[in-house]
């Protein structure tokens, strides 16, 4: 993790530079798409509430209270604060989309429409703006409705019904359904700036929770609807391939993820007794092997069991094999592989923080257009003064304004 080891590129080399966008989303699928869009070079203002949006203060690490979601979903954006029912806001809102490209927000739409960004609001006041929302389930059907959060997705799609073991269904600690939408949502957005760009014409990029679930857990809802098999949950043991499972050593534990006729025949081999497995008919392709797994397993877990995570995974490497170590959230900050690449960036100088916050930043390389570093998220309303300024509010307006508990 280092603060300094990625160059800032030079902002004119930055594919989304001169792109301003609004970001009036909470919690990680509207603000991480939002920051994605950062990365890449847009400039990007935070819109919240007088008092601070809810997801500021999850899972708090500095003395203010800003959280480790705000951290990772606030990087290198600026912030303005408003009261969205005075009707002077829905005015500066108006006057701050003028100036906007894209508008992002994880907003139910009764809200949208009483804040004035709503799609026929925003096209009245520049025809060309991008609007990309986030929604649990869209905007059609029995749960239009409805509100969700990312476990929502996993309930609904059947991974956690998998993932679980029969009759206790388990949930993922990493929010990937709201990551997920978020990328796909920023993804959807860069496309929509594209289509902008070649024809003048903005568009709605609309993601939901619901779909993304779905997407990440296809091969699965595939299956099932082509076969109609009915898998239960079988805990962290894959069901279509062995060995791949998680397996305790002498110091903790390894996964390993053994897929296909070629790996199978290295771990065989590994195994001491070449041809025991991969000459018995039962064992004669992924699906088989997932079907008749104990006996693997079995000896999997002795071969384990009497190595220590090192030397296994040592062993399980110089044989080809793809596997792991089960790391906790510690050993994961200081794994080798995690500074050799820079994936996470130290923020140090947001008020409060009594420790360096590990972020990661834009997840992907570009060779050309490499993305910016994570800066440290806005105080709140840090930038109101200057972007109202920039608006063409006076100093006498915008005193006003703060009076009347607008901003």
């Not at 004035?116 to 929302?133: F, K, Q, S």
């Not at 089960?326 to 009594?354: C, E, K, T």
């Amino acid at each position: 993790m280092n603060e300094s080891s990625r160059q800032t590129p030079n902002i004119s080399r930055q594919v989304l530079a001169g792109i301003r966008v609004l970001d009036f989303g909470r919690y990680v699928a509207g603000p991480y798409c939002a920051t994605l869009l950062g990365y890449l070079g847009a400039e990007v203002i935070r819109i919240e509430r007088r008092e601070g949006g809810e997801d500021r203060y999850i899972a708090p690490v500095a003395d203010s209270g800003e959280g480790g979601v705000f951290f990772q979903t606030g990087a290198n954006k600026k912030s303005i604060t408003l009261d969205p029912g005075k009707p002077a806001a829905r005015a500066l809102i108006a006057r701050l989309v003028a100036t906007a490209d894209v508008v992002v927000a994880n907003l139910p739409p009764l809200q949208l429409r009483n804040m004035g960004i709503d799609y026929e609001t925003l096209r009245a006041i520049r025809p060309d703006i991008i609007l990309t929302t986030q929604t649990a389930f869209g905007d059609r059907g029995p749960y239009a409705n409805r509100g969700g959060f990312d476990g929502v997705g996993q309930a609904m799609s059947g991974a956690m019904y998998i993932s679980g073991e029969p009759g206790a269904p388990a949930k993922a600690a990493a929010p990937y359904v709201d990551f997920g939408t978020a990328v796909l949502c920023a993804l959807g957005t860069v496309a929509a700036i594209l289509h902008r760009e070649r024809s003048g014409e903005g568009q709605e990029v609309k993601g939901t929770l619901l779909g993304t679930a779905l997407a990440t857990f296809g091969s699965h809802l595939a299956e099932q609807g082509a076969t109609g098999i009915n898998r239960v949950g079988s805990g962290n043991r894959v069901q279509t391939s062995a060995p791949s499972a998680v397996f305790p050593t002498r110091d903790g534990h390894v996964l390993t993820h053994v897929v296909g006729n070629g790996l199978f025949r290295r771990w065989d081999k590994l195994m001491g007794d070449e041809a025991r497995w991969t000459g018995d008919p039962q064992y004669r392709d992924d699906d088989s092997r997932g079907d008749h797994s104990d006996n693997i397993l079995q000896s999997m877990s002795a071969w384990c069991a009497a190595r220590t995570s090192a030397e296994a995974l040592a062993a399980l490497d110089a044989a080809g094999l793809p596997a792991g170590p089960i790391y906790s959230p510690q050993q994961a900050l200081d794994d080798p592989q995690v500074a050799a690449m820079n994936f996470l960036h130290a923020i140090a100088d947001f008020p409060g923080l009594r420790r360096p916050v590990p972020i990661s930043g834009l997840p992907v390389d570009l060779s050309v257009t490499p993305g910016t570093a994570p800066g440290r998220p806005p105080l709140l309303g840090e930038h109101t003064d200057a972007v109202l300024a920039e608006l063409g509010y006076t100093t006498a307006e915008v005193a006003a304004l703060k009076e009347s508990a607008v901003i």
